[in-house]
């Protein structure tokens, strides 16, 4: 962990095989067409300060592709939540059918304030045919809201709605033969944050506390998952979208799900 204003961060996705509803991709990371034309399609001022590593090699698609996949065998997409660096690549899998929360597609659509209409790029899914909006109303997970049921999903693959960061934020919860995996997107930015004692970087924090919709929400939401994280019963390994240690250490373990991940270094994010 560094003190400093820069470092090396990721945009973690995992690509998941079913039994019944192929192949399921948790959130997409950029685009290739985020790499074609960045200012087209994304703020110039998150392009910059993030420092994003426009690639076509890090890209969702070209890791598909990688692993002898062809991206209309991806079926669906349940996203995190609709941030530039999450949904950026939902046109490169034309195929797919994109599950999100209600609350998260209607403040997206709102654009509102300067951060809003930076984080949210239309440009990214106007493309996209088929969609399919939730609101929280399943049975609880662990103490948490959930959507359960989700439109052509297997039962072992939920939304756990987590507001905070965006109002329609949520983490995706998959039930693995070993015990339950959590994606909490960004509910959290840093490893360190899941501790019993937690810490976490100045530039990082503060770049949470820019990019969020409700503090007290964020949070509070952190508070439980990292009650959640600490449970002697250890039920639930949780994972967020941009520290790159907890992306290794998912690579290792990877069996039928795929860590997939773009990377960029923003100057005000160190690890």
């Known amino acids: 962990m560094s003190p400093g204003l820069s470092a090396h961060l990721v945009c973690h996705c995992l690509l998941i095989e079913t039994d019944s509803s192929g192949l399921v991709l948790i959130d997409t990371g950029f685009g290739e067409r985020d790499v074609e034309d960045p200012y087209g399609r994304m703020s110039p001022l998150f392009v910059h300060v993030n420092r994003i590593q426009l690639e076509h090699r890090y890209t969702a698609l070209a890791q598909v592709r990688k692993l002898g996949i062809s991206p209309r065998d991806v ?71 959930s959507v359960r049921d989700l439109d052509g999903l ?17 983490g995706i919860a998959i039930d693995m033969p070993k015990g339950w995996l959590l994606n909490a997107g960004d509910a959290y930015f840093h490893r360190h944050e899941m501790d019993e004692s937690p810490s976490c970087p100045p530039g990082l924090l503060a ?4 990019m969020q919709e409700n503090g007290a929400m964020r949070r509070h939401n952190q508070d439980r998952l990292r009650d959640l994280a600490n449970d002697p019963a250890g039920e639930v390994k949780i994972f967020c979208s941009h520290d790159p240690i907890e992306l290794e250490a998912l690579q290792r373990l990877s069996h ?16």
């Open 75 to 145: 079926r669906h997409i349940v996203l995190t939540h609709l941030d530039f660096d999450h949904a950026g690549g939902l046109e490169d899998f034309p195929e797919a059918t994109v599950h999100i929360l209600r609350a998260e597609i209607e403040e997206a659509e709102v654009r509102h304030g300067f951060i809003h209409r930076r984080r949210y790029r239309p440009e990214q899914w106007d493309g996209v045919r088929n969609w399919r909006f939730y609101d929280p109303t399943g049975e609880r997970w662990f103490g948490f809201g």
């Open 154 to 170: 297997p039962p072992e693959i939920l939304m756990i709605p987590l507001p905070g960061h965006t109002m329609g934020h949520a």
């Open 207 to 210: 770049y949470q506390r820019m």
């Open 256 to 271: 039928g799900w795929h860590p997939l991940y773009s990377e960029y270094s923003p100057q005000n994010h160190p690890r």
